[in-house]
């Protein structure tokens, strides 16, 4: 029986595709009230129910899943920030837990950026184990898969202590939960609570994608100073870019994604969204063939997004060959 995904802060589907990757599964229902975001999705899953406002849906009234993912919103996080946790009205992992705690899945499975490491993740790991959670993490960096940027990411999978198929059931007390009892390689969270970090391998080409910061809608946990040192690296407008330095890092995606990297500057010397989507590994028009969107809608949601690759690598990582293969 397939599983079925429930998918929250979705964005462009990024994270839901590495889980059905590694896991196989169908999406039942994704969540994202962000307007670009949702036509991304009505484009991708024309069948699949949007929730919308994560905050308010009655989860009682939801349909039950066996997988719940995420990549919550990591502005309250990230060093590109102020950095506020829990104070941040953006901070929406409270509404999250509730929303595990009623749909009980076999399976959580979240992203956020590796400052949060540092700041609210605890309180993420207490209501795990209060709600009767295993939970093993690791932060995977892009470029460990071969991307031409870093982009660390916190990767956290969560599985239900009780027996399988929790994803069927409703309500019942929370039962005291474990962090990460099983060692399921280097990428385990032990009994101490400390999650070890992947990713040993030092990455090649530019530490931070190209991205734009815009003033009426900023991409997620960009670097200004890494935009300039790579635009400053191009001949702006040339019909085959000059990669300087950063020739042997995109020349490597490339072959990984089997497809040439597109101009790095639209006709106005501009960033261009479709560079953009290749750096994120996505497929060919996934974003910016879809109807409506706008340049910026674009590119704040690929800003924002998560690449499959990197978070498909984490899953491997986090979870035994076996665990995957009884999931699918």
Not at 282 to 294: I, M
Request: net charge neutral; proline share 9%.
């Amino acid at each position: 029986m397939s599983l079925r995904i429930g998918s929250l802060c979705t964005g462009y589907g990024g994270l839901d595709m590495a889980v059905q990757n590694v896991l196989g599964g169908t999406p039942a229902w994704v969540s994202d009230n962000d307007s670009g975001a949702s036509r991304i999705l009505a484009h991708h899953y024309p069948r699949v129910s949007n929730l919308g406002d994560l905050t308010t849906v009655d989860w009682q009234q939801v349909e039950p899943v066996d997988v719940v993912c995420g990549g919550y919103p990591c502005q309250p996080f990230s060093s590109a920030g102020k950095r506020k946790g829990v104070a941040d009205d953006r901070h929406i992992w409270p509404h999250i837990a509730r929303a595990l705690g009623v749909l009980r899945p076999r399976y959580a499975v979240f992203e956020n950026v590796a400052g949060h490491l540092s700041l609210g993740f605890a309180t993420v790991l207490a209501d795990l184990a209060a709600l009767g959670f295993d939970a093993r993490w690791a932060c995977v960096r892009a470029s460990d898969i071969g991307a031409p940027h870093q982009r660390n990411r916190l990767f956290l999978v969560a599985t239900a202590a009780d027996p399988p198929h929790l994803g069927h059931q409703r309500g019942g007390a929370p039962r005291g939960g474990r962090l990460g009892l099983a060692d399921h390689g280097p990428a385990a969270a032990h009994a101490s609570g400390e999650g070890r970090t992947l990713g040993q391998v030092e990455p090649h080409g530019p530490q931070r994608p190209p991205a734009e910061r815009s003033d009426r809608e900023p991409a997620a946990d960009t670097d200004s100073r890494g935009q300039r040192e790579a635009v400053r690296d191009l001949r702006q407008g040339q019909p085959d870019p000059d990669w300087g330095h950063y020739g042997p890092a995109v020349q490597r995606w490339e072959a990984i994604l089997g497809r040439p990297a597109p101009r790095p500057t639209d006709p106005l010397g501009r960033l261009n969204p479709p560079l953009v989507e290749w750096l994120m590994g996505l497929p060919e028009g996934h974003v910016t063939d879809v109807a409506g969107l706008s340049r910026n809608a674009q590119l704040k949601a690929l800003g924002n997004g998560v690449v499959p690759q990197q978070a498909a690598a984490a899953l491997h990582a986090l979870m035994s060959p076996g665990e995957a293969a009884a999931a699918a």
